[in-house]
């Protein structure tokens, strides 16, 4: 099962001050339907491709809630381990009158139950 997500946060030019974060808009799910549907149950968001059969892959789910840590509690506790992540990042300037940057990433984390 694959985990992914898009961040972002501003950051100031001197990068002396905190960085604003923004919250994580949705958790996504890749991975075999019949596995995520045991893992996540009724915390699943099937939404985005509904008749899915149990034997078939999608990445089109997402979790209903925003905690990552919540979704690795449940990978965990269902005998998933992480075994793999990775993570890109662009930035942009927020305005034309100010330094600020936005800072946008996204990020997956890969699980395997043996």
Known sequence: ????YRGSYTLGRDSQTD?????????????KTSLA?????D?????????????RYT???????????QAFDKLADAGFHMV?????????????Q??????TSYTEYVFYRE
Do not use: Q
């Open 19 to 31: 960085a604003k974060f923004r919250r994580v808009a949705r958790i996504m799910v890749c991975g």
């Open 59 to 69: 990445s089109r789910y997402y979790l209903k809630f925003t905690f990552l840590e």
């Open 98 to 103: 100010t330094d600020d940057r936005i800072w």
């Open 37 to 41: 549907k045991e893992v996540f149950g």
């Open 1 to 4: 099962i694959t985990i992914g």
């Open 43 to 55: 915390t699943l968001n099937e939404s985005r491709d509904p008749d899915r059969p149990p034997e």
């Open 84 to 96: 793999a992540c990775n993570s890109t990042g662009t930035c942009a300037f927020a305005h034309d």
